[in-house]
């Protein structure tokens, strides 16, 4: 269990997203009822984190579905394609938010009448499997760990960037439920802050003590020993084993590398791609530099200096320990292995 609210809830025929902006000094929720709204909403980060934005899209597919039925009952397919494709353009790294848009179009030829009902249960679907895959992986995930565990966690894979419970923070949870974690160290995460602002919050909200480093003070962290295993989600996992996640998720598995530290990613079958064969296909990212000129909405460095924002890495396979599913779990992932795990769901 988690005490964080659920992200993405469906209420009154509407979809209610948490403002995870805001977080953690105010709990706003901000209801939808366009999908074009929602496709804007993924982009501006109300709601983040992978598995999230697909289960975020999935109810903007009822909301299109539900509006354009009242004007062209007979062609409300053809009526929804533009929020289709705003939906699906609204970020390009996770592939989760493909993934979710592609499982709903599945069931369009089969709808005669009202496609609500239809959508709607598809949708409720997708969060459910997500919320109950997490479960799976929290403890499959944990399993791995030795007892009085030090980990590392980066970014915010946790309930809010998911149906619910969590990739990374949900094998977290299960592993101090089991009594099996010593410490949890959560990085900051620049420049959205997804560390401190959502992950050392969820984790205080379940009494899980968390330490909060900035990412500079890993390196030291783990020369000194203090870490077992990093641990994190993905936006992004390709045939062979390498994996998209959030910025500076690369620097850390070098680092562990380095200093015998394991990396553990996190992440349910929705997460994975076999249409590519590795990482340099992945299209990652790139944000607004103004994310990074200015904190909380203050502007911190000169306004005419150039800046970049890439808001994804890749991390080669050949620096993970494991890579943990719903369906099992992949030690040092190769694209045999990842074949094996897919063939076998
Ligand atoms: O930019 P964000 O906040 O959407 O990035 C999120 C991450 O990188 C997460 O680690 C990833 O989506 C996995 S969430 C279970």
């Known amino acids: 269990m988690s005490n964080t609210p659920y992200a993405v809830q469906w209420q009154q025929a509407q979809l209610h997203l948490l403002d995870q902006r805001k977080l953690p000094q105010e709990k706003v929720m901000l209801v939808y009822n366009q999908a074009a709204e929602v496709a804007q909403a993924i982009k501006d980060m109300v709601v983040r984190g992978a598995p999230a934005i697909g289960i975020a899209a999935a109810y903007g597919v009822v909301l299109a579905a539900k509006n354009a039925y009242q004007i062209h009952a007979d062609n409300w397919r053809d009526a929804i394609q533009n929020d289709l494709q705003q939906l699906a353009q609204a970020r390009p790294t996770a592939v989760n938010l493909v993934w979710a848009l592609q499982r709903m179009q599945t069931h369009f030829a ?88 959502l992950t050392a919050w969820e984790l205080l909200e379940d009494n899980i003590p968390v330490t909060l480093i900035v990412e500079g003070a890993a390196a030291t962290l783990m020369r000194q020993q203090r870490v077992d295993w990093v641990i994190v989600g993905a936006d992004r996992i390709t045939a062979n084993g ?36 590795d990482g340099n296909q992945i299209i990652i990212e790139e944000r607004d530099p103004q994310e990074i000129i200015t904190v909380a909405g203050k502007t911190i460095a000169p306004q005419n200096v150039n800046a970049w924002n890439p808001a994804f890495d890749v991390t080669p396979a050949a620096l993970i320990e494991a890579i943990v599913t719903e369906k099992g779990v992949v030690m040092q992932p190769t694209i045999e292995k990842m074949q094996t795990l897919l063939s076998s769901t």
Request: glycine share 10%; charged share 15%; aromatic share 6%.
């Open 242 to 277: 390498d994996v998209a996640n959030k910025i500076g998720t690369y620097s850390l598995a070098v680092l562990a590398r380095q200093h015998g530290v394991k990396m553990m990613v996190v992440a349910p079958i929705s997460t994975i791609d076999m249409q590519l064969a």
């Open 110 to 197: 089969k709808i005669s009448g009202d496609p609500v009902p239809i959508l709607l249960q598809e949708a409720q679907k997708i969060q459910q499997e997500d919320i109950s895959a997490n479960y799976t992986m929290g403890q499959l995930g944990s399993n791995l760990l030795s007892n009085n565990c030090r980990v590392l966690t980066h970014c915010n894979a946790g309930a809010l960037a998911t149906g619910g419970y969590g990739t990374a923070l949900g094998v977290i949870r299960y592993a101090w439920a089991a009594g099996k974690i010593m410490q949890v160290y959560a990085d900051e995460t620049r420049p959205w802050l997804q560390g401190s602002r």
